[in-house]
């Protein structure tokens, strides 16, 4: 083995010549090394942004570049094809490909918030068009580039070898505006990333003015002057959350959504009008992606979408078809098209050449901290300048006061050396000063030049002055940066365009439910679903109504309401408990079908059914339920109380034996309550009379029963202007004024409502109603019919009615509720009390 390696090493001896030492490494450890080194050059050479200037270094050299041959604002444009040969060339030995695409994205206003570059033909769109090869667009630096780069020739930054070391290029620009706040940053490095979002330039600078004014602000204070990004494209920020925690830790998340209005035709129509879209987002592509949506039938609202961009805008129209909900169409295009994006938002830069993630504040803080190292080193520069210059002029006043001397001195010495050192001797003047005054040109004594060397020397000296006073004075300093930001703001400002939503909101399956009023029905035998309303035609009383349910044999339609499809329902059990579902949950059928078992919606006990049911969007301290028990008992309970959902339910009252829950309803501070009973009578009382109790109690009693063959019937919210509708089971009713009932405290018997009759049937069901109220009735057959109020005759309590639905032999009416007109026309009323009726009742919302 031994004579192997020495055979081994005479072999690489040999190869490699005598002398030569071969160092012997692991190949893990060797690709780990060469790993490490090519990383920190991709992030420190390529992808990341150093935080003083906000630039990478290929536009850092695109700039530097276009600035050393001459392509600035004052100047015509010139071919791209030399900005990019000098860029690789001098400074950026990369491919021209990269560099060209980096300056067409410096010069498009689409992706820059202040564009740095001015580009002269084809520099793509936001179509997603790519830019003309770049032997035909033409370029030269903007205006506000000119700002990155002033005061670069008063040694205000440090130079550094370019990669061959035979030029020199700026390590950092002095940047005299916040440009990596202003014009953001996005990049990939070697395991991580940079995505820094553009801001509105106005504000990035009096957000510097403030931190430069009070170091120790806040985020909270700084949100207030610079509230967000701002995008070139616009759109709306969606929440601010997103944005505090980027401005508090570096990382955060952010909802940019597009700018729409929603217009209508002149045959009634909507259109959805896009003005802007999100930032980055291709706008061919969503356009395509629109195109494919209403293809595929997943936007069936839509008839037509139009490309309305030119010259003014990038308009995107989508026409909707007769009856479509705008707003239910858009929050569908919101979830399913890029008009919504998430941007991540992860502020890394280079600090001192180390990538570190950002908050507001440091960004802000390193910026100023460039800022003062510019202003001093240009101050520096100046100084030494204006001394510089002084000490010439000084000369000059010298020999101007002896200037017979100094030309019999220069006369009189044979060669310029001689003639320096004898004026040297003679009046103390240094070699600087003796070469000017030889250098000088004999017009320079006469009176008036005399007068201007001496005027310029003045002036010299003040501002000699001024600048030992800036490099004395800290704040003086940050005063010159707020006084040359300023200007900047000025010249280069414009107003926000990105708006910021105050709440954030995301798009979930209720946005996609159109808010539609619906009827509901439940039948005896356990089956639900809901319809529009409209799907019910009105009739006049007496009509024979139209079949709502195809029913099995010995069912029958026990409960009917009407409520927003995006309401909470609160059904109440026969047991004392309460479930919630929202309404779309529902099963949606059509007008004759039966149904879905109920049991597939709510975890229903045996021999438990649903009683009441109470429709709200929200559960507001100050509303109450009112429950009512068929043996009399009653219960007010606040409906915060309920704002929780718990799969097997919830206990809403707790019962005696033998009771069951009848009814519930809203009821607010003030109103009155009707208790009816099965033998024709009612108590009305003030709602005070019962105290507000907890969720799971038994309540007091409202009503005293005659007997325990009777039962309570129905509950009712009213006031004095309303009327108590009745109806009995073979369809004979009447309405009379509440102001007809006394009032009287809970617990009495009431008084008679109605007189009953053999011929025309027992007490069915009771409503509160106005004139100009339209009611459904329904039997317990599925017939429903539609009848004014107006068309039922108002007569006193103890009367028997008139004729409103011809009930056939063997049926019987149930219930009673509003219609879709009336339910609209008193949404607001409704919304506060909807209707909950009892085991004989329809319900509404």
Not at 411 to 418: A, Q
Not at 485 to 490: C, L, P, R
Request: glycine share 8%.
């Amino acid at each position: 083995m031994a004579e192997d390696n020495q055979n081994n090493n005479e072999t690489q001896g040999e190869q490699f010549g005598e002398g030569t030492d071969i160092l012997r490494t692991e190949l893990g450890e060797s690709m780990q090394t060469s790993f490490l080194e090519y990383s920190m050059s991709v992030i420190v050479s390529r992808a990341l942004p150093d935080v003083r200037d906000g630039l990478k270094p290929v536009h850092r050299r695109i700039l530097y570049a276009m600035n050393e041959s001459g392509y600035t604002p004052t100047r015509p444009h010139m071919k791209s094809a030399r900005t990019v040969g000098d860029v690789i060339g001098k400074y950026h030995p990369h491919g021209d490909s990269a560099v060209y695409d980096t300056m067409v994205r410096l010069a498009q206003p689409f992706s820059m918030r202040v564009p740095l570059v001015d580009g002269h033909g084809n520099f793509g769109s936001i179509d997603g068009d790519s830019a003309a090869a770049m032997r035909y667009t033409e370029a030269r630096l903007d205006k506000a580039a000119m700002e990155l780069l002033r005061d670069l020739d008063k040694e205000t930054v440090d130079f550094t070898p370019n990669y061959d070391e035979s030029l020199e290029e700026p390590a950092v620009l002095p940047a005299r505006f916040p440009n990596l706040l202003v014009n953001g940053s996005n990049g990939i490095a070697v395991g991580m990333a940079t995505n820094i979002p553009p801001h509105n330039l106005n504000e990035t600078i009096d957000a510097c003015c403030a931190m430069m004014d009070n170091p120790d602000i806040t985020t909270e204070e700084l949100m207030k002057i610079l509230p967000g990004p701002d995008f070139p494209t616009g759109g709306i920020i969606m929440g601010r959350d997103g944005i505090r925690d980027a401005y508090e830790t570096g990382h955060g998340s952010i909802t940019i959504r597009s700018k729409t209005r929603i217009e209508e035709k002149k045959n009634g129509n909507y259109s959805i009008v896009i003005s802007e879209i999100p930032y980055q987002v291709n706008r061919r592509r969503l356009l395509e992606k629109l195109g494919e949506l209403v293809k595929e039938k997943k936007l069936p609202e839509v008839s037509n979408v139009h490309d309305a961009a030119d010259r003014r805008g990038i308009d995107i129209i989508i026409d909707l078809k007769k009856n479509s909900i705008p707003q239910v169409v858009l929050n569908k295009l919101f979830k399913h098209t890029q008009l919504q994006i998430g941007f991540g938002i992860n502020n890394l830069a280079l600090v001192n050449g180390v990538p570190q993630v950002l908050s507001l504040r440091q960004m802000l803080g390193h910026y100023i901290d460039h800022q003062r190292e510019v202003i001093v080193r240009r101050t520096r520069y100046e100084l030494a300048k204006a001394e510089e210059r002084a000490h010439i002029l000084e000369g000059y006043v010298i020999a101007l006061d002896n200037i017979d001397e100094v030309i019999q001195i220069i006369r009189s010495s044979e060669t310029d050396k001689v003639a320096a050192a004898r004026l040297t001797e003679r009046f103390g003047l240094t070699d600087k000063q003796t070469s000017a005054i030889l250098e000088m040109r004999l017009r320079r004594l006469t009176g008036l030049e005399r007068e201007k060397i001496e005027q310029e020397l003045a002036e010299l000296r003040e501002r000699i002055e001024y600048y030992k006073r800036v490099l004395a004075d800290d704040a003086l300093v940050r005063q010159i940066i707020k006084e040359e930001m300023e200007d900047i703001k000025k010249r280069f400002g414009t107003p926000r365009r990105t708006k910021i939503s105050a709440a954030a909101k995301d798009i979930d399956v209720e946005d996609l439910i159109a808010d539609e009023d619906v009827a509901v029905t439940v039948t005896r035998a356990g089956y639900v679903k809901r319809i529009p309303v409209s799907a019910y035609r009105q009739q006049k009383r007496g009509g024979k109504g139209t079949q709502g349910v195809n029913l099995k044999e010995n069912d029958y339609v026990e409960h009917l309401f009407i409520a927003s499809t995006l309401s909470y329902m609160l059904f109440f059990s026969s047991k004392g408990k309460v479930y919630r579902v929202k309404v779309y949950e529902i099963p949606e059928a059509s007008r004759h079908a039966r149904g879905t078992a109920i049991v597939n919606l709510l975890p229903l006990e045996k021999g438990e059914t649903i009683r009441s049911v109470v429709s709200t969007k929200d559960f507001p301290n100050d509303r109450f339920l009112m429950f009512a028990t068929e043996q009399g008992m009653v219960k007010k309970t606040s409906m915060d109380l309920y704002d929780r959902t718990r799969k097997d339910g919830l206990i809403a009252i707790n019962l005696k034996d033998g009771d069951n829950l009848l009814s519930v309803k809203q009821v607010t501070e003030g109103r009155d309550v009707i208790l009816v009973s099965s033998d024709g009578k009612a108590i009305k009382w003030n709602e005070s009379e019962v105290r507000a109790m907890g969720r799971d109690t038994m309540g007091v009693r409202g009503i005293k029963l005659s007997s325990d063959e009777e039962s309570v019937i129905g509950m009712e919210i009213a006031s004095d202007d309303a009327q108590l509708l009745v109806v009995t089971d073979k369809g004979y009713g009447k309405r009379t004024p509440i102001s007809d009932y006394p009032s009287h405290h809970r617990g009495g018997q009431g008084v008679y409502t109605i007189t009953q009759t053999k011929k025309k049937g027992d007490l069915a069901c009771v409503m509160v109603v106005n004139p100009d109220d339209e009611v459904m009735l329904i039997t317990d057959k599925g017939v429903i019919v539609r009848t004014p109020v107006a068309g039922i005759s108002e007569l006193g309590r103890s009367t028997q009615g008139v004729h409103v639905m011809d009930v056939a032999s063997g049926d019987k009416v149930i219930g009673i509720t509003l219609s879709e007109s009336q339910e609209r026309k008193h949404g607001d009323v409704r919304d506060s009390e909807p209707v909950a009726e009892g085991q004989a009742s329809l319900l509404d919302e």
